[in-house]
């Protein structure tokens, strides 16, 4: 049996993709978790592996993949990459026994995410799915109040997602072997996972996508082939337990940069009362009864981060520092030998919401969702 992990034994992570998000949040809670060391990072970029090897103070890095999963020196990956690389390399951290924390959306459709999930599940591997906004301390109050009975009976819910980005070329983002959808599986997808989380499963919806700009320039003005995937994307539906839900997000909001954050607004119009999230207040919710209007109101100290954790709550930018719950809770899982959530599952839930839309939009109809067994 392998020593349990703890400090004096930590936990050691290999980055798989090295661009923004890692650097962003992934690498930086790595460091910021007693029980967890960097001890890998692989990226296709050597040019990039040279840079990191620097600001990351890591020397075990490589552009193969496969090597990185066998790696017997790495007992967990965190993959960062593009979308349609998700699948190979998560079957490859499978099949070396390797923990697995995966960015959204886990895949391309729901038949490669579910491939992945029996992978590690099947191994009784820690899976995760990097769906950050579960993690802001405004969202853990809400689904308190929510689960506690304080908004009522859940009713109504209701999620806006406008971000102002030029319009210029998104890279891989904006084709569909690499990304598979835009707007949908970058920024939607996320406001489906934490609303199936909030309310349960979805039972029908009806889709909507569309495109507005071709993106045939890159940031540094090259010539680039247009864009294949929405820039807003939208989902009315219906819950299993009767409640209703709205979703629009789109990246062609003029107006709403809110410091880069952008905006996000999700509510929930409870019986008694209604709940609101904001990603760019995060240490706030709003509330209001009849006869009252919607206040601001601090979310508790328990609220603020996960137990046990070194995080400070009151350093850093708040729309950012909780981002790094996500490794800890990752750690933890494997730590506790439990499952991570959000998992896999979760991450499988949403993308098989997330194609049904395509689908309804495609067929100009509602799409009944189908139940998955764990
Ligand atoms: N959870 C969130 O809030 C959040 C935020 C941003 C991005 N993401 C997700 O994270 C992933 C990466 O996004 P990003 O913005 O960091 O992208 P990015 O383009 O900045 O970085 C991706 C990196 O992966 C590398 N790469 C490509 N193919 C590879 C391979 N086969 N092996 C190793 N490395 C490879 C690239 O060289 C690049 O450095 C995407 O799935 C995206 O949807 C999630």
Redesign the pocket.
Known sequence: MPAPFSQANPVKIAI???????D?HHVPAIKLDPRAVLAGV????QE?LDKRRKDWGCDNVT?D?ERICADPGVDAVII????F??KA?TLSAAKHGKHVMC???LGLDAGEVRAMYHACRDRKLVHMT???YRFAPSMRYLRHLCKSGALGALRHFRSQRFLDWPETSW??RQYKKTAGAGDLF?MTI?RIDFAIDLLGPLKTLCGATARFIPRTKTTDGRDCPPSEVDDWSSLIGEFTSGATGVWEGTTLAKGYGLAGFGHEWAEINGSLQTGVYRLHMPNQIMLGKTGQDLAAVDVPAEFLKPAGSPRDPSTGEPATVF?YDLVWEFVSAICEGRDAVPSFFDGLRAQIVADSVLQSHQERRWVDIPDEPR
Do not use: M
């Open positions: 798989v993709g090295a661009g923004a998000v890692s962003y692989c990226d296709a970029s990039l552009t993949f960062a990459t593009p979308n690389t998700h390399i960015e959204k959306p990097a769906f950050t890279g891989w970058d996320h981002r």
